[in-house]
């Protein structure tokens, strides 16, 4: 009997823990049904706004898209109805080019016709030493080759490669106009030139833009040779300029430039003199590549030298050519030439027998040296990319020491 009432007590016990718990668990499920009812609410209202704010900002996209189409169309009605050569016949309009000397004749001369070798001691001296030597005048060649001459030459590696409208050649003329030459013959190239000094008198700007936008794509492939390309962005004209208009293409020049696509075969070819009378960011937005000429070498001129002189007969084999290309830092391969060439009359050559050729000949010419400025120092503290490349140098000269210091701490341990 005493263990039929535990048993009974037991039972009861434990039906009274299970009603108490089932209570417990109906109250959290009609709490949880609320919370779960009032969040979807909630959540619902959130995601119909979200909807709406989609839906009208895809509305307002449309519309603006459709508003950007219909200006295009109606810009280009109007560049299609402004045809200022409309009933003229190409060879008209050529002829009118001509005559403006806007279409010029270039000087035929190929790219391995131009002094100038690779630097081959530039990655010994960036190896051993950590310095950036300038690169000389055949490794400006080879970018020259590579921007300019095979993206012209080649309308199926312009359409894959880097699209470059733009390129300025920074330093004197005896060495970018050869260059401009170079490009034109290489390529088979009309020569457009553009001058802003000369333009101002001869058309309206207008016009000016038309011949130098469409009528190039008539006679592709086109060099249109900006020449003087530091005129339109002078931080102040001189005052011997101002009434010839240096800047009468400042508006005009980035539409030249942009109407220039991959499938046409036209290149911009600035060149510029004084490129520090102008503002390095106006020629950095103009101009996709900026390429200045390198300081000559002691090699360089030796070799000009020898070339120029050694040409007439009886001049001594064993003649002091390092000392002349020491002390002619500065000069200009025009200058030693025609120097030579004044000096070497049929008189001095005759008496080069008896009277030998002597240094001090040509004192004259090297006494009047004047130390120019160079173009290759004015590109390294100005354009942002011979900056970046300081900074790049920087880093890889800290990544060498640290490790460096690393294999050392090895080595010791």
């Avoid at 005559?99 to 004749?105: A, E, L, P, S, V």
């Avoid at 004047?370 to 290759?376: A, C, D, G, N």
């Amino acid at each position: 009997k005493e263990e039929r009432q535990a048993r009974e007590a037991w039972f009861d016990y434990c039906e009274r823990g299970y009603e108490k718990q089932r209570e417990i668990w109906e109250t959290e499920a009609e709490i949880n049904d609320e919370i779960n009812r009032s969040v979807r609410l909630a959540a619902d209202v959130n995601i119909r706004n979200n909807l709406e704010i989609l839906r009208t900002a895809l509305k307002k996209g449309k519309v603006k898209r459709q508003r950007e189409k219909i200006q295009k169309e109606r810009k280009e009605d109007k560049t299609e109805s402004k045809d200022l050569t409309e009933g003229m016949e190409t060879w008209q309009v050529y002829e009118i080019m001509v005559k403006n000397q806007m279409i010029q004749k270039y000087y035929p001369i190929l790219m391995k016709e131009l002094e100038g070798e690779y630097s081959f001691k530039n990655h010994e001296l960036r190896r051993k030493f950590g310095d950036d030597p300038p690169p000389s005048l055949g490794d400006l060649y080879q970018v020259i080759k590579e921007f300019c001459i095979f993206p012209l030459a080649d309308i199926r590696l312009r359409k894959n490669a880097p699209l470059i409208q733009s390129v300025l050649f920074i330093g004197p003329k005896c060495y970018t106009y050869p260059i401009v030459d170079a490009i034109c013959t290489e390529t088979g190239s009309v020569l457009f030139y553009l001058n802003p000094l000369e333009v101002a008198d001869k058309f309206p700007l207008d016009m000016v833009e038309h011949l130098f936008t469409k009528v190039p794509k008539l006679f592709e492939p086109v060099v249109i040779h900006l020449d003087g390309a530091e005129k339109p962005y002078y931080k102040k004209e001189p005052p011997d300029e101002v009434s010839k208009q240096p800047k009468f293409l400042t508006r005009i020049l980035p539409k030249i430039i942009g109407y220039i696509q991959r499938r046409s075969r036209v290149l911009v070819v600035g060149t510029s003199q004084k490129p520090w009378e102008a503002s390095a960011r106006g020629l950095m937005r103009i101009f996709a590549k900026i390429i200045p000429i390198p300081d000559m070498d002691h090699h360089f001129y030796e070799k000009i030298w020898r070339e120029s002189i050694m040409r007439y007969r009886g001049v001594a084999r064993g003649f002091d050519y390092p000392t002349l290309a020491m002390l002619s830092k500065g000069l200009k391969q025009v200058d030693i030439e025609t120097t030579v060439y004044r000096l070497m009359t049929t008189d001095k050559i005759l008496s080069l027998k008896y009277q030998p050729l002597k240094l001090e000949e040509f004192e004259i010419l090297l006494t009047t040296v004047q130390e120019p400025r160079s173009y290759w120092t004015w590109a390294q503290n100005n354009l942002k990319t011979f900056k970046a490349r300081k900074k790049m140098l920087k880093k890889e000269k800290k990544k060498e020491k640290e490790t460096k210091e690393k294999n050392l701490m090895k080595e010791q341990d």
